[in-house]
T-cell receptor, first 112, second 117 residues
């Protein structure tokens, strides 16, 4: 069964600290993996997209890693800001029909 | 312009009302999507349009009726909804259908918060 599991479910950190969010998937065959940031009541915004051959991709303070062998990805946020408070969703695209599989998201709260 | 717009932002309707949600993009994307998202859950795919033709219907009840009048617009017509249909409805678009091996990205709109009384 194609699934995307994210951990932790929720996370609270202090402003300026770093954190790492995890995404494990069983989607096969695999096409690519995206991390989205979703503010409450808003649509998701793409942060990074990684294909099979990519191990690391950065977007400002966001760095995503992908290990396609172990089917694991992480999103590292450095020097967190209050505006980083949001839900971070891992989305895996399967090669068959290009269907997208969504994780449940990690709810990140950054405290001052 | 990398924006997907949705109107209205909020909608409250009774179970006997008929209303429509609208979505618009001017990125030249040929695939458009409707998702339903309940609180603290991931988005659930409802419909996919490709080149203005319905490509995927995820067994959505007929009280939801999608329409794609042209390549830039996507509507979702609502009729006789139930309270459990209350949710955030997200529209998204992509360059093409996500069936290729490309790193195509879906762009999401801000959503319409729907409440059914």
């Amino acid at each position: 069964k194609n699934q995307v599991e994210q951990s932790p479910q929720s996370l609270i950190i202090l402003e300026g600290k770093n954190c790492t969010l995890q995404c494990n998937y069983t989607v096969s065959p695999f096409s690519n993996l995206r991390w989205y940031k979703q503010d409450t009541g808003r649509g998701p915004v793409s942060l990074t997209i990684m294909t099979f051959s990519e191990n690391t991709k950065s977007n400002g303070r966001y760095t995503a890693t992908l290990d396609a062998d172990t089917k694991q990805s992480s999103l590292h946020i450095t020097a967190s800001q209050l505006s980083d408070s949001a839900s971070y969703i891992c989305v895996v695209k399967g090669s068959t029909l290009g269907r997208l599989y969504f994780g449940r998201g990690t709810q990140l709260t950054v405290w001052p | 312009d990398t924006e997907v717009t949705q109107t209205p932002k909020h909608l409250v309707m009774g179970m006997t009302n008929k209303k429509s949600l609208k979505c618009e993009q001017h990125m030249g994307h040929r695939a458009m999507y409707w998702y339903k998202q309940k609180a603290k859950k991931p988005p659930e795919l409802m419909f996919v349009y490709s080149y203005e033709k319905l490509s995927i219907n995820e067994s959505v009840p007929s009280r939801f009726s999608p329409e794609c009048p042209n390549s830039s617009l996507l509507n979702l017509h609502l009729h006789a909804l139930q309270p459990e249909d209350s949710a955030l409805y997200l529209c998204a678009s992509s360059q093409g259908l996500l069936t290729s091996g490309s790193a195509d990205t879906q762009y999401f709109g801000p959503g319409t918060r729907l409440t059914v009384l």
